[in-house]
Each structure stands twice: as C-alpha cells, then as structure tokens.
C-alpha cells in the first residue's frame, strides 16, 4: 500500500493495539493512538496480558519504566504475540542507563519484536553491545547509526526505527528516511513512545514492516510539521498535534520520505 | 435538590474523592476534579486505602490497568467506604476483555457499588453475564442497553450509568437522558473514567443516585459541548474542557435531562 | 550566582533529573522539566533506582501514591544520591493523611534531603509531629508556617521550601520569599509535584539550596503569571505555562523575590 493508503486504513481498521508502557508516556501515547483513529488498550499485568496479546491487533512494549512485575507482563504478551502471529515493537528506552534495562531488553529481543523504535542513542547501544547513553535522551543524530541500524536490523531479522531530527527505518536491505516534524517535538515528554505506539497500529493494517514504519513516522513528523505552524511553544504543540493527528485528511505523506 | 444546586454544592464544599483508577486515566480525572472544584486524592496502596476511604467523602473504584497488588487496595477501599456508609462507584474497564477483569467485578459488585458507569459494552457484558468487548471501546450504543442496565440496576440494588452519543441513569425504576456534549469526547483517551470520578463528587453531596449521577453527566456533556465551540480537534478539546468545567456560572444544566 | 543565571544553567547544562514521582504527576513533572531545559528520568524499581540515581545530577523523591515496591526504590535512590554527595528533594505528599505517609516520610528525612517542598499542610504536619490535613490540598498558607518551617529547617540541615498563595524557602537563618504566580494554578493537578522536580533541576547546578530553591520557586511562578495572562481556565492555563516556561529569555526572575 501507499503510505496514504496504509494511513486511512489504520482510521478505517481501528485497530486494537495493545500498550505496555511508561507511566509518563500512558496519557499521551493513548491519545495518540485515538488521534490517528486505532483503539489503544493499556494491559500490562501477567494475570491477562498474554490472554489479550492474543486477542489484539498489534502489542507494543516499552521498558521506560521498568520493574520485575511489568517485565512479566512483557514477556507473557510478547510471547503470545510471537506464537500468534501478531505484530509487535519494542522500545528500548535508556537501555544504555542501567544493566537491568539491558537485561529485560537482551531477553525481549530473543521473542523476535517485528520492529524496534528507540533514539540514536538506544540502538547504538543495540547494535555495538556497549552500554552507553546517560538517560532517555540521545546524544547521537540518526544519521550517526544509520550503518549500525542496518546491521543490527539484519542479526535480529526486525525493522529497526531511528528517530531524532530525521527519521528512519531500515530492515538491513531498505532504508526509508523520513524527513518533516518541527524541532520542539522532543520538548513533548514521550512523543517517540507515542510513536512506537502508533507504530503498532500501523503494523496492524499493513504486513511489510518497513513500509508500516515509515507510514507512522511520516504520520508523526506530519502532524508535527503542521501543529508547529500554530504552536508557541511545546504545550500549545502537544493538543495542535493531537488535532492535526486527528484530522490529517488534506495532507500527504507523499513529500515527507526518500528512499536511504 | 436540582441539578444545578448539586454542580454547586460541589464547588462549595470540595468533597475529598479517592479515585482508585488506571494510569492512563490519573492525569485527566485529576484535573477534571480539581477544576469541577472538587479535591482528588488518588490513594490505592492496601497499606493506606482503607484508612484514607474512611476519611473520605467519596470512593471512586476504576479497573482499567489491573494487578493484583491494586486490586487488594479496591477491595479494603470498597469494604472500607461501604462499613462507613460513604457511596462509591465502580468503573468496570473493559470487563468483557479478560476473564481476570470479570473475575475483579464480579466480587466488587458484591461490596455494593453505589453506582456503576460504564460504556455500552461493559454494562451489556454484566448484565448478560456473558462475556464481549474487544477493549475499552463500545460496539454498542446505550440506547441499545436500557432494559439491560434497568434490570442490572434492580438485581445490584445500585444505579447504573451508561455513557456515550447520549447518556443514560436508571436505578431500575427511574431513569434520566441526559443529552450535550461533542462527538469528539471519545477521542480524549479517558475522559469516560473522569466522568466516574465527577460522578463520586457528586454522590459526595447529594444522596440521591440517580440525580447526584444525572447531575454528573450533565455538568461533563456541558462543558464537553461549552468546549467544541472553540476546538478544532481532540487536543483542544481537552484543555478546553477543562476551562469551561471550571467556569460555568454562566450555564445551566436543565435542558441537557430529561425523564427516560 | 544571581536566579537568572541559574535558570540559564539549567538550560545550558540540561541536568539528569531523576524522579521517583507519584502516577499523577509523571507527565506534567516531566514536561516542565524538559520545557525548563532539563533531562527528566522517571526510573523508580528498586533493581535500577540506586545504579542511576549515582549517575544523575538530582533526585527528586515525592510520595503521592505509595506503594511498598516504590518505597524500596525511594530508599535506594535516596541513599544512593546521599552517598555520592548529589543533591534531593523530598516532597512529603498528603503525609498527614495516613499513617503509611507518615512513616515513610520519617524514614526518608533520615536519609537527610537537601530539601523538602510542600504545602503549608504538609510542612506543618512534620513540624509539629502531629497528624492533619486530609489530603493533598492544604487548610493554611505558606505565612502561618513560616516560623514552624524555619525551625524544622534548622532541625533537619535542610531547606525547607512551602508554596502556596506565596511561597518561601528557608533553611533556619535565611528566608527568601517568591511571589508571582496565578491563582488559578493550584486548579492544574500535581503542579506542585512538578515543582519539586524543577528544584531538582536547580540543586544540579547551583550549590546553595537555599537559592537554587528560590530560583526554581520564581521560574514557575514567573511561567504562571506569563501564562494567566493568557489563559481562560486551568486546562489552557497547563499548556501555557509549558510555553512560557520553555520560552522566558525576555524576562527576569528578580522582580519575584525578597528577603523574608
């Protein structure tokens, strides 16, 4: 599908997309998901979360603040995912911080997530086994980990998203770069977890990951560029993106991706 | 007293409202409360729910992101509020999706929630007993469960509200339609689990059920509609929400019911 | 240094803040902090809290939904951050609401905060070692405790920080007092919480508590006074103080402040 295409189908589709994220980024990845016109569930507790990965349309897992009991809920829906069939992205936030967020990141991985979404930072730390990184921030540009992106996105058979000033998405062989957004985006406290969320949804309508990726990032960056032509700063930023997220129907993804 | 009275009984006397509720919901049933002029206090620990519910005017019980540790501080707060006569409300979050849900209501029903609100779906799912939903969403309109939630109403003993295009509250005999709003609410992720918190301040000052409930409904589908006068989309809307809840000397609640 | 400067270092230095925060406040403590300038990193299990608290510039600890799980974290971190000599802030939430409150709260001043923020209520309830306030909204003004505040500074060797109508830091011997503000921001949940993870902020790059306090008191209320100017109600009161807070390099701080 053209990414429009895959866009609208996400709005027609609705599709269920299963959340196990940050407390911090909860509110804002939820109506996001709305936005864009999937149907957010947040479920993380082991007593259900496998029970409704199996019943979702897509999962998405992110490790922003972790603890023993969510990392089971982790497991348990990643694996019913992977045993379903059903897409699911993992985002591994400050995985370079802390050698327990290496170890649940280690662990998820080994369940096989169809795509992984993090900053410069957090893939770095992926792709060169080396902890780095001092927090959830990046202190790398895209650009810097486009080769180590492509590499790790080939050892782990997975898309793997890279998003900062310029985006992109590689599965080791194509790379889509996504250009737009507006550069007070990273003032909004866990817009790139709300971006791995609506990755999920996009995952759900369309089966090429890479080409599912670059929809949702180019839906992102969209609704970005045009919420910061109102904004004044990152607060009136967040509810314009919420409103051009939800009513996107005179724009094109079209002009915002290249091939990399 | 009128429905009036009751939104300004509210502000006047700032009820203390304990809102067990889901992480996706704190956020806004907070600000929802504070700018009702209520006084929220999300307290949920085993440790201390049941001490502060006997403190507090109003209980509010929302299942939505369940675990095991929360739901032991439900069931003390629930036990707690109903040994002190203090209503409270049960918000049942998609209790069709996952056996462990059903099993959570199930025995919170038991401790005799003063009132019960929900959406379409989950009020058909506890009325038939027979499990459905895919997720937090309805499929459902609640024109469609009327008799249901009347029948529900009669055998819990409590009222149940159903929310959504138009609401409804019925004890079983009486009902009240309560119309307004925007039909953009739904995209602002949760604004259903602050409605029963709003609906715990008003148990909080009036004693009557179904009007303390009618009264909440109307004071959330004014400002709903007082607000998409002046928003271009699910970001505004909320923050326009908010102002208009805390500002609505200037606005009456009477032509938004009428008798079911 | 003078408050403007260390406002500006703040922005330039971007410190790692980590806060242990309760549910509620998660993202408007995050997006202040990042609209300051700052680096907001919610890490709270104790598996992870003391390995990055050794690493961040600040900790902030508040206690508004308590749980025994996090009051591990709290510890960790907070002994931690004593051990490598980094600056934190306790915010004693509610402590007269229960019991479990007030127990943690003791054990955690033991662990010698470099300073404690709250409202009168609060600080009064540690000042006097007597139970009150029934939740998280205080029953007195900042003036009607100053002297109970400087006595309980004096008693811990910490700054005691009380906001409010007017707010004041002191540490026994000095007291600085901070107007400005607006008097619709007690209606925006958990801007206090927010607060106390902007005084974080400035403990990392200013070494006197008592000014960095009063710099970080003056940098919100001179955001909410810009912001008033503006708003209509607290929801787009929120979002304007995000922008006024990422955008104040036309105005000073020295206008707020005066010696108590």
Redesign the interface.
Known sequence: MELDAIRAAVRAQ?P?VQCIT???S???T??VL??AGA???????V??AG??AA?ASAVVINI??????WVDGMRAAARSAADAGTPWVLDPV?VG?????RRIVDELLALRPTVVRGNASEIATLATAVAGG????SVLTPAEVLEPARRLARELGAAVAVTGPEDFVTDGRRTVLVGGGDP?M?????LGCALSGLTGAFLAVEDDPVRATAAALATMADAGRAAGVQ??????L??????????DSRRSLDTLVRAG
Not at 97 to 101: I, L
């Open positions: 609705s269920l940050n407390y911090v909860m509110d804002i939820a109506n709305n936005a149907s957010p569930a947040m479920v993380h507790d007593e259900e029970e409704f019943l922003g603040t972790p603890s023993p009991p400050a911080a802390t050698s327990y967020r001092r927090g959830v921030d007070r990273p003032l909004i406290t866990a904004a004044g700063g990152p607060g009136s967040r509810w314009a993106l919420l409103d051009q997220m939800a009513d």
